[in-house]
């Protein structure tokens, strides 16, 4: 990915220049409720590649959902430090960091987060109209990415009417539309059967090697982290194995 012209609340980083594209130092993330105090993440560093596909896996409260929410900047951490692309998050302003994934990172989620009143082209395109793109160019290139992965003749539909994994599909379509460096993806196949499954699997699989971009996964399932190059387990807020 190039580098960019930037309005005043954009963040320019040269995507291309630099191999490590996420990397998280000393990470340490706690949650308070009440009296009860939980380290949700204790000293976690990690270094993932451009172009890497890595899934995130371990038992049911480890971390891992708040590892990817951390380094995708959804959550602020208590120390460390994250760079992304060699920026650091803590440094930016709340209106920097929403612009800098706006540019730069894609988001899919296990129950797909579609609007039930918009039509798939219509929700894929709305990254693009929130971020200032043209009517035109938006509808244009959300037409293209649903193209992409199969949903052309499906375009005009809702939700409701589409399967799980066309549901799923459009989500993806939506994440890619702003051609994102990283895709954060958080139990992507959760909601789905196993054939269903497997299906948006290669598909992601096929967009990470055709564009080189980064997946970071977060799943339970061994099945899914098979297909990616390299899995982080995690248990009790620390990576425990990180291997290909």
């Known amino acids: ?6 309005s005043k609340d954009e963040v320019i ?7 490590a594209i996420i990397e998280t130092t000393d990470v340490v993330k706690t949650y308070e409720t009440g009296r009860i105090r939980v380290e949700a993440l204790k000293r976690v560093s990690l270094t993932v590649n451009r172009g890497e596909m890595v899934a995130i896996m371990g038992p049911s409260g480890c971390g891992k959902t708040t590892l990817l929410n951390c ?13 992304i692309a060699g920026t ?20 899919v989620f296990q129950f797909y987060n579609l609007l039930p009143v918009l039509n798939a082209v219509e929700n ?10 043209g009517t035109r160019e938006a509808r244009e290139r959300a037409l293209a990415i649903l193209d992409l992965v199969g949903l052309s003749e499906w375009a005009t539909h809702r939700p409701a009417e589409l399967s799980g994994g066309q549901r799923q599909r459009v ?16 139990e992507p196949t959760g909601d789905l059967d196993s054939t269903t499954a497997d299906e948006v699997m290669k598909l992601m699989r ?3 090697q055709r564009n080189r971009q980064t997946f970071v996964l977060v799943t339970h399932d061994p099945r899914i ?17 990180d291997g290909r």
Not at 13 to 19: F, G, I, K, P
Not at 71 to 83: C, N, P, V, Y
Not at 88 to 107: C, I, P, V, W, Y
Request: charged residues 25%; contains cysteine; negative net charge.
């Open 206 to 208: 096929d967009l990470n």
């Open 171 to 186: 989500t993806i379509a939506r994440a890619l539309v702003n051609d994102p460096a990283i895709v954060w993806a958080d």
């Open 1 to 6: 990915m190039s580098q960019k012209t930037a």
């Open 88 to 107: 650091d998050l803590a440094t930016l302003s709340d209106n920097k960091r929403t612009a800098f994934r706006a540019q730069e990172m894609g988001f």
């Open 13 to 19: 980083v040269d995507l291309d220049a630099q191999d």
């Open 225 to 241: 982290g098979d297909m990616c190059d390299r899995i982080i387990q995690m248990h009790d807020g620390e990576i425990v194995s």
């Open 71 to 83: 380094m995708s900047g959804l959550d602020e951490i208590d120390s460390g430090s994250i760079l």
């Open 124 to 133: 894929t395109e709305l990254p693009l109209l929130v971020s200032g793109t």
